[in-house]
T-cell receptor
Framework: TQLLEQSPQFLSIQEGENLTVYCNSS?????LQWYRQEPGEGPVLLVT?????EVKKLKRLTFQFGDARKDSSLHITAAQTGDTGLYLC??????????FGKGTHLIIQP | DTGVSQDPRHKITKRGQNVTFRCDPI?????LYWYRQTLGQGPEFLTY????????KSRLLSDRFSAERPKGSFSTLEIQRTEQGDSAMYLC??????????FGQGTRLTVV
C-alpha cells in the first residue's frame, strides 16, 4: 500500500488552462513537501507545508495542506509549457528519509 | 558551494560488473540520503547517513549494495555484480538536521 497516493497519475492540458493535482494519505504528517522533477534531473523543492489548512503561493502555483494534515493539493493557474514535469509530494518517513508518492506527470501543450 | 553534486551523470555497464557512484552534499549538511528511481515512479529511499554513521537501510538495499561516508562529507554507493534490474536513476540528497532535502542531478545507470 502506497503511503502517499497522488492523482491524477497523468495530466495533459493546453497552455493557459488551470489544473489541480492531489496528494492523499490516511496518515497524519507534521509536514509535507512538493517537488518538481524534469526528465533526467533530480527533484527540485517547490514548497514545504507545515500547518493544517495552510495555503502557500509561489507565483502561479498555490499549495494547500489539509486541515487534518493528511492531504495536500497543488493548483496551477494559467499553465505554461515550462510547467511540464513530474510533480512529487513527499513526507518524512519512518527512516527519517523522505517517502515519495509516485507523482503526477504533467504535460502542458502549446 | 552550488548544491549537491553527483558523479558520474551517466554510467553504462555490463551485467556482472561493479560500479561506484559519488555524491558531494552541500557542505554544511550533516545528513545524506540515497534514493533509487525507476521510470514512471517516485524516488525510493535506500539509505541515509548522519555525519559518517549509516543510520538506516531500506529492505530494497540488497547485499550487493554498499554505501559509505567515511569522513562525514562525500559519500559513495557501490553496486557489486550488477543486474539488469539495477538500471535506474540513483539520486543523492542532503539536509541539515532532517530539514528540507536538496537533491543532486542523479546518476543514470544502465546495465546491459
Amino acid at each position: 500500500t502506497q503511503l502517499l497516493e497522488q492523482s491524477p497519475q497523468f495530466l495533459s492540458i493546453q497552455e493557459g488552462e488551470n489544473l489541480t493535482v492531489y496528494c492523499n494519505s490516511s496518515s497524519v504528517f507534521s509536514s509535507l513537501q512538493w517537488y518538481r522533477q524534469e526528465p533526467g534531473e533530480g527533484p527540485v523543492l517547490l514548497v514545504t507545508v507545515v500547518t493544517g489548512g495552510e495555503v502557500k503561493k509561489l507565483k502561479r502555483l498555490t499549495f494547500q495542506f489539509g486541515d487534518a494534515r493528511k492531504d495536500s493539493s497543488l493548483h496551477i493557474t494559467a499553465a505554461q509549457t515550462g510547467d511540464t514535469g513530474l510533480y512529487l509530494c513527499a513526507v518524512t518517513g519512518g527512516a527519517d528519509g523522505l517517502t515519495f508518492g509516485k507523482g503526477t506527470h504533467l504535460i502542458i501543450q502549446p | 558551494d552550488t548544491g549537491v553534486s553527483q558523479d558520474p551523470r551517466h554510467k553504462i555497464t555490463k551485467r556482472g560488473q561493479n560500479v561506484t557512484f559519488r555524491c558531494d552534499p552541500i557542505s554544511e549538511h550533516n545528513r545524506l540520503y540515497w534514493y533509487r528511481q525507476t521510470l514512471g515512479q517516485g524516488p525510493e529511499f535506500l539509505t541515509y547517513f548522519q555525519n559518517e554513521a549509516q543510520l538506516e537501510k531500506s529492505r530494497l538495499l540488497s547485499d550487493r549494495f554498499s554505501a559509505e561516508r567515511p569522513k562525514g562529507s562525500f559519500s559513495t554507493l557501490e553496486i557489486q555484480r550488477t543486474e539488469q534490474g539495477d538500471s535506474a536513476m540513483y539520486l543523492c540528497a542532503s539536509s541539515l538536521n532532517g530539514w528540507t532535502a536538496f537533491f543532486g542531478q542523479g546518476t543514470r545507470l544502465t546495465v546491459v
